[in-house]
């Protein structure tokens, strides 16, 4: 079998896709269930359907998008990731995944490989959190890790339930019908840009992943108590965002000094109440994501946060309290997935590096029901989630065609 990537069209395919967005390019604004996203899902179902493959979404906006095996009844061998996108982020998270992922089935449809599993894309629904709170929503669906019942009970920014998003979307379909039955994949693979500098620095061009690491976000808010800023005097002060300040510290020292370089943690959101400059904070609210690789280490960190924020309400005298979004296990990649990758590296001639992913993925989640694994390709310096994230043509090509071999021993 001779295996081919049309690089031309999945490169246009990408800047396709990349146009449909709420931000001027090189930005790339895509908000599930906005007009931007559903214009995207939209486009992307066409170009599915002009390959042949059978496409059904799900209740929460999962797409499934299918190329019969000989044997329909055995477990499909699934690929793909997401491609909602942050506020000013770039066109490759996810992306790399979904677009790449389609152009593997269509490059063994031209080398007239027959799979014996059913082959399928399957494009996450919200795995950012960025509309409601918390991350990889579809896959946490599919896989049973959160409940139809809490994932109905969600709001977004404006107070809009995640089942009146949905609705309005178009997806009317019961949460309790998204979870996949036991045995739906034989395995599942997912491609990716590394979201990190290993790979460029040690000029190796596809990581293979080890282990994914464990995340927990939480929401936190700080009540203290507002006033004049020239009339309320500095040893009255409850001022929450001094306590804030001063709690956010305490994060980025109990992570820096966890013994462990794996050991992250980001206080990436603060909201200020009243927000004036001549008034003094009386609230605050706090996101943070915390991720280790090992489980044990990343929760005694979350004990020592505890602890700052317990000391921290009684120095300052304002109320601090944590509401826990997620706390999720990590997960080791499945043997046989990363031996598929290997031999298919090897097979092509392509040098690989074994790692960790230290960003957490949709494929952390479907290994609680499959055997996973992912594919990393290199970003230039590092860079994700920002307007100048980037991928080389021929990494992505790269990265496609060994997944392409890689479905195809999977499915044989």
Not at 15 to 41: H, N, Y
Not at 207 to 216: K, W
Not at 234 to 242: E, G, N, S, T, V
Not at 304 to 315: F, V
């Amino acid at each position: 079998m001779r295996l081919e990537i049309d690089q031309h069209r999945l490169l246009a395919e990408l800047e396709t896709l990349a146009s449909f967005s709420d931000a001027a390019p090189p930005a790339v604004t895509r908000i599930v269930f906005t007009p931007s996203d559903l214009k995207a899902r939209t486009w992307l179902i066409s170009r599915c359907e002009e390959a042949g493959l059978t496409v059904r979404q799900d209740a929460i906006g999962n797409i499934f998008a299918r190329w019969n095996g000989a044997d329909p009844a055995a477990p499909a061998v699934g690929t793909g990731s997401h491609m909602d996108a942050i506020p000013n982020a770039g066109k490759y998270d996810g992306v790399v995944g979904v677009l790449g992922g389609l152009e593997a089935l269509r490059a063994l449809q031209r080398a007239g490989f027959r799979p014996k599993n059913s082959l399928e894309l399957l494009v996450f629904a919200t795995e950012e959190p960025t509309r409601f709170g918390i991350g990889c929503l579809g896959s946490r669906l599919l896989s049973g890790t959160v409940s139809a019942d809490a994932a109905g009970r969600l709001t977004d920014g404006d107070g809009e339930s995640l089942d009146e998003v949905r609705r309005k979307a178009g997806l009317h379909g019961n949460l309790q019908d998204v979870k996949l039955p036991t045995g739906y994949y034989k395995a599942f693979l997912e491609l990716h840009i590394e979201q990190g500098p290993l790979l460029e620095r040690t000029q190796t061009p596809l990581g293979i992943v080890m282990s994914i690491a464990a995340p927990a976000s939480l929401r936190i808010s700080v009540e203290g108590a507002g006033g004049h800023a020239g009339g309320v005097l500095m040893p009255d002060r409850k001022d929450a965002l001094c306590a804030a300040a001063e709690l956010v510290l305490a994060i980025e020292n109990a992570a820096r000094t966890s013994g462990a370089g794996d050991t992250v943690a980001t206080v990436g959101v603060c909201e200020v109440f009243p927000g004036a400059v001549n008034s003094i904070p009386s609230r605050v609210h706090l996101t943070l994501d915390i991720r280790d690789t090992n489980q044990a280490r990343r929760d005694r960190v979350m004990q020592l946060i505890e602890s700052a924020w317990q000391n921290l309400a009684a120095k300052r005298h304002v109320s601090i309290q944590p509401k826990l979004l997620n706390a999720d296990a990590p997960a080791d990649c499945a043997p046989e997935v990363r031996a598929a990758f290997s031999d298919s590296c090897r097979k092509h001639e392509v040098a690989f590096l074994e790692m960790v992913s230290r960003a957490y993925h949709d494929s952390l989640f479907i290994s609680r029901i499959a055997p996973t694994g992912m594919l990393f390709i290199p970003c230039r310096h590092g860079y994700s989630h920002r307007p100048d994230e980037y991928a080389a043509p021929e990494d992505i090509s790269r990265g496609t065609l060994v997944l392409a071999e890689s479905l195809a021993k999977l499915s044989a």
